[in-house]
């Protein structure tokens, strides 16, 4: 039951219609016995300030932020956490005593995943990655971070690629660059790379039969991640199995950059298995 001395965490983004967060931070709070609430607030860009404003001021923990909100909010924070700032990116925002902290938990929720589910960590790995959006953003600075030898982007816009792989030299060490999107320059670097990870939203349902790179470039040596949670087992995932290739869900990273910020929100750490169980329960 919500009551006044109930804590509210809010998903502020435009549409919200597929989003698991409520469901899985809702499970936790009730499994644990915490006195928060977790709700979906479709919010349009031009109504971002004064939502935002006013939330400051009422019994809100916090809240995560989703397309297209994540950039724009940043103008609206009192602090932003340094690995936030280098992304340039905001999906998770602590409140406490009226001010506003921005985090981006997308990218550790992304090595926790590739952790447990590829057994790796990104230290002196090559990495090819499809896309150059906002998440394709968090996951390539936070690899760069975490020493990557290598992180060459594909993506079907080309300038958006070249502009993330300059901001990653430029911002963390110049370990980036970008390669064209057609199956012989994607089959000659991809022999290289150790790790091949899709942040496109290719593959996601309705279009579950599609994939951004050519089954004939895996390898059975390759850790394969797809970000795409929705189908869990994308075309991607499936073809690199067949494959032999190591494979890491969508599902992990959502997951744990929602523990991330669970934690960010109550203070406490959450239970992964009820978390994870909670959201395949949607897919
Ligand atoms: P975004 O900022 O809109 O970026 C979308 C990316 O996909 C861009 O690189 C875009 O290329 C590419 N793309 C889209 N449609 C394409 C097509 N038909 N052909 C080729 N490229 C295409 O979105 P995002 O926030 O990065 O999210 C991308 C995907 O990741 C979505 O499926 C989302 O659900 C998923 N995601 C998962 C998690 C998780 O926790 N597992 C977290 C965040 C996002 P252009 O630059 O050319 O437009």
Not at 191 to 197: K, P, R
Not at 227 to 254: C, D, E, F, S, W
């Amino acid at each position: 039951m919500i009551t006044i001395t109930t804590k509210l965490v809010a998903l502020l983004g435009e549409p919200l219609g597929h989003s698991l967060s409520p469901a899985m931070h809702n499970r936790l709070y009730k499994e644990m016995g915490l006195d928060f609430y977790y709700l979906p607030i479709e919010v349009a860009a031009d109504n971002l300030e004064v939502i935002f404003s006013a939330m400051k001021k009422m019994n809100f923990a916090g809240c995560n932020i989703t397309i297209p909100h994540k950039v724009a909010i940043i103008d609206l924070l009192d602090e932003l956490d340094p690995l936030a700032a280098t992304i340039g990116a905001v999906n998770t925002i602590q409140f406490n005593n009226g001010k506003a902290k921005g985090f981006n938990t997308d990218g550790y929720g992304f090595l926790r995943s590739l952790e447990e589910e590829g057994g790796i960590t990104p230290s002196e790995k090559k990495f090819l990655i499809f896309g150059s959006g906002g998440a394709a953003r968090a996951i390539a600075m936070t690899l760069a971070q975490e020493n990557a030898a290598q992180i060459l982007l594909c993506n079907r816009t080309k300038e958006k690629a070249s502009a993330l792989a300059a901001d990653i030299n430029h911002k963390i060490r110049c370990c980036a660059d970008v390669i064209e999107m057609d199956t012989a320059t994607i089959a000659k670097y991809a022999a290289e790379a150790e790790v091949l990870i899709n942040t496109t939203s290719i593959g996601m349902s309705p279009n579950n039969d599609l994939s951004p790179c050519p089954a004939a470039c895996i390898n059975a040596d390759h850790i394969v991640a797809d970000i795409v949670y929705n189908p869990h087992n994308t075309t991607l995932l499936r073809q690199a199995a067949k494959k032999g290739a190591t494979i890491v869900h969508g599902l992990g990273m959502l997951v744990w950059q929602g523990a991330a910020a669970f934690t960010l929100f109550t203070e406490k750490e959450p239970d992964i298995t009820l978390m994870r169980k909670e959201a395949a329960s949607f897919l």
